[in-house]
């Protein structure tokens, strides 16, 4: 990341990928500090997306994909809430007749189940 400049249209998405890289990792090794780190780049890549941005739907189901491994971790049910949140603004973002779309359905099922 420290190659890709700040105002970069692709920053949002390498952060994405490092945050799917990290999540990896943390599911391969269960350091708890790459689920951590994982969480606060999807975070930065959804607050970078444009909300017309077709990345903003895959980026937010990633967030809360790392928000509910946290709270499978933690058992708090405020990381619950907040991947579910995620979750739900996935969906919302998600363009009519998306591939994606049944994907981001079915995470935010999982997520209120």
């Given at each position: 990341?420290?190659?890709?400049?700040?105002?970069?249209?692709?920053?949002?998405?390498?952060?994405?990928?490092?945050?799917?890289?990290?999540?990896?990792?943390?599911?391969?090794?269960?350091?708890?500090?790459?689920?951590?780190?994982?969480?606060?780049?999807?975070?930065?890549?959804?607050?970078?997306?444009?909300?017309?941005?077709?990345?903003?739907?895959?980026?937010?189901?990633?967030?809360?994909?790392?928000?509910?491994?946290?709270?499978?971790?933690?058992?708090?049910?405020?990381?619950?809430?907040?991947?579910?949140?995620?979750?739900q603004?996935?969906?919302?973002?998600?363009p009519?007749?998306s591939?994606?779309?049944?994907?981001?359905?079915?995470?935010?099922?999982?997520?209120?189940?």
């Amino acid at each position: 990341m420290q190659r890709t400049p700040l105002d970069s249209p692709d920053r949002a998405r390498n952060l994405n990928n490092l945050g799917n890289s990290l999540r990896a990792r943390y599911i391969r090794f269960g350091q708890l500090a790459d689920l951590e780190a994982s969480i606060s780049v999807y975070r930065e890549a959804v607050q970078l997306t444009p909300p017309d941005s077709p990345d903003l739907a895959t980026n937010l189901n990633n967030l809360g994909t790392g928000l509910r491994a946290y709270y499978a971790h933690t058992g708090r049910s405020l990381d619950l809430e907040a991947a579910i949140f995620a979750y739900q603004e996935a969906v919302r973002h998600t363009p009519p007749g998306s591939p994606d779309s049944a994907m981001h359905y079915n995470n935010l099922g999982n997520g209120l189940s």
